[in-house]
């Protein structure tokens, strides 16, 4: 699997992109194209109280299983994917939202061509 991210730098050219898109009417599915082979991603939002990034992956692409400290929204915005948490597959479709909670084990793959939007939540309490 390649993966590439079109918004890491966050002091450079790339995080001013983030800024323009504030304030504006944004359709998210727009904002991050397919890769032949690859899954590739943009970061829109990155704050201490959480973050937004879009993903895209070819089919038969995607994330190996893991966990994060924090819970993660995925929302399916085209295509079709599965996702595992803890053991148990949940077949997701545009529109599908999933929570992956904190610390719990999970992973994806692509069944075809498929775009989510993940927003992280962070527990800045222990910050």
């Not at 937004?52 to 893991?66: C, P, V």
């Not at 479709?93 to 992973?107: G, L, M, R, V």
């Amino acid at each position: 699997m390649e993966f590439n991210s079109e918004s890491q730098n966050t002091s450079g050219k790339q995080g001013r992109s983030r800024d323009e898109l504030r304030a504006k009417v944004l359709n998210l599915k727009d904002l991050v194209g397919y890769q032949d082979g690859s899954v590739s991603s943009r970061m829109i939002v990155n704050t201490r109280a959480g973050s937004i990034t879009l993903f895209s992956f070819d089919k038969d692409e995607g994330l190996s299983e893991h966990s994060a400290p924090f819970d993660a929204i995925v929302t399916i915005l085209e295509g079709e994917c599965e996702v595992w948490i803890q053991g148990e597959t949940h077949q997701m479709k545009e529109d599908d939202t999933i929570i992956f909670p904190a610390n719990i084990p999970h992973a994806l793959s692509a069944v075809t061509r498929f775009k989510m939007s993940l927003t992280m939540i962070r527990d800045t309490e222990h910050d």
